[in-house]
């Protein structure tokens, strides 16, 4: 179904609310929605929640960031993957499915490639010669990833050609912005990748400004994300022995 295209009134007011440093859902300008992160039964099955309601198009995109976010900063210690020297390794995929989309989809997506890397667990082996033998979870615990690092993405509107800018754009606000910005750093401040569209031109003080708000704001994300993968351990530990 295709989105019902803004009128003329509500993009003024849009606007208008955004140079009065107002959003609609009473956030202000560098808030981020309450990020909510569940798992499923099995390890590797992350839920985030960040918004409301609404179908996306943007498959293609947001591959793409994902993989600049998740791959090309080399978190995943792939060595660890290696299981035969040449012949046999595990190969390890994301898979995003979004479900609903109110805006922000980028951040969201990110959060739960991350934290389901962090919460999946492979199948121990044992190499004698050429043989390979694969333990069942009951025959030997599974192994978690060798994670270097937790890049995260933050995303930042701006509107009047980059004269505001806004953190964790709603669905509606990115209807009216001029561009987006979008920085994945870990919590040691590392920049992993930069990804400009819209077609303003940023000045080298706004994207250090965004750089800065960005670092604030992947520590919160990380803090949330180790919290959420230890009350599951937790979780899991008492079920087992009930």
Same mark, same amino acid.
């Given at each position: 179904m295709r989105e019902t295209p803004l009128s003329n009134c509500e993009r003024q007011f849009l606007l208008t609310a955004i140079k009065e440093k107002k959003r609609l859902d009473g956030r202000q300008t560098y808030d981020y929605r309450n990020i909510k992160i569940t798992f499923g039964t099995q390890y590797g099955c992350c839920i985030v929640d960040l918004g409301k309601t609404r179908q996306s198009e943007l498959l293609v995109k947001l591959n793409r960031q994902l993989e600049r976010c998740l791959r090309n900063s080399k978190c995943i210690d792939t060595e660890s993957l290696c299981v035969v020297s040449g012949a046999k390794v595990w190969q390890v995929r994301v898979d995003v499915h979004v479900l609903n989309h109110d805006g922000n989809i980028m951040d969201a997506s990110s959060i739960a490639a991350i934290t389901a890397l962090c919460h999946? !667990? !492979?199948?121990?082996?044992? &190499?004698?010669?050429?043989? &390979?033998?694969?333990?069942?979870?009951?025959? !030997?615990?599974? &192994?978690?990833?060798?994670?270097?690092?937790?890049?995260?993405?933050?995303?930042?509107?701006?509107?009047?050609?980059?004269?505001? %800018? %806004?953190?964790?754009?709603?669905?509606?606000?990115? !209807? &009216?912005?001029?561009?987006? %910005?979008?920085?994945?750093?870990?919590?040691?401040?590392?920049?992993?990748?930069?990804?400009?569209?819209?077609?303003?031109m940023l000045l080298k003080e706004q994207v250090l400004r965004c750089s800065k708000i960005a670092s604030v704001k992947v520590a919160e994300v990380t803090e949330l994300i180790n919290k959420a993968l230890e009350n599951d351990k937790k979780a899991r530990y008492v079920f087992e022995f009930l």
């Open positions: 999946f !667990r !492979r199948p121990d082996v044992c &190499v004698q010669g050429e043989e &390979v033998t694969v333990f069942t979870p009951e025959e !030997r615990d599974p &192994v978690p990833l060798s994670i270097y690092h937790m890049p995260i993405c933050v995303s930042f509107s701006f509107f009047e050609q980059g004269t505001y %800018l %806004l953190v964790d754009p709603c669905e509606r606000e990115e !209807r &009216v912005m001029d561009g987006l %910005l979008v920085i994945a750093m870990n919590k040691h401040r590392e920049m992993c990748s930069v990804q400009s569209s819209g077609g303003i």
